[in-house]
């Protein structure tokens, strides 16, 4: 099996910064794209943001120039600085890693952890 683990998410106030961490663990042979996703109340899940195993980023266009993300490949382990927040950034943010559990099976898993709470306040 494979878990992600967040930490980072707080109560913050508007234009403050966070750094977010996600590390998968568990039975692992190959990770592909790791990202984040966000859901805020009443709202359905979004990208925020997604990084390729070579470190190529995307990110949705509400957060572009303001979120950055990285990883370590080394650890297994991806990060979301987050600067400026805004009120809606308020969300639950989620881990997410696109894994291959083994070489002998190419089939690419979807991942998710549980979410950690992101609480911007004026």
């Known amino acids: 099996q494979v878990q992600l683990v967040e930490s980072g998410g707080e109560l913050v106030q508007v234009g403050g910064s966070l750094r977010l961490s996600c590390a998968a663990s568990?039975?692992?042979?190959?990770?592909?794209?790791m990202g984040w996703y966000r859901q805020a109340p009443g709202k359905q899940r979004e990208l925020v943001a997604l990084?390729?195993?070579?470190?190529?980023?995307n990110y949705a266009a509400s957060v572009k120039d303001r979120f950055t993300i990285s990883r370590d490949n080394d650890r297994n382990t991806v990060y979301l600085s987050t600067n400026n927040l805004v009120a809606e950034d308020t969300a639950v943010y989620y881990c997410?890693?696109?894994?291959?559990?083994?070489?002998?099976?190419?089939?690419?898993?979807?991942?998710w952890g549980q979410g950690t709470q992101v609480t911007v306040s004026s």
């Open positions: 568990g039975t692992i042979f190959s990770i592909r794209a």
């Open positions: 990084i390729s195993s070579g470190g190529t980023p």
């Open positions: 997410y890693a696109a894994v291959r559990i083994s070489s002998s099976n190419p089939a690419w898993d979807a991942y």
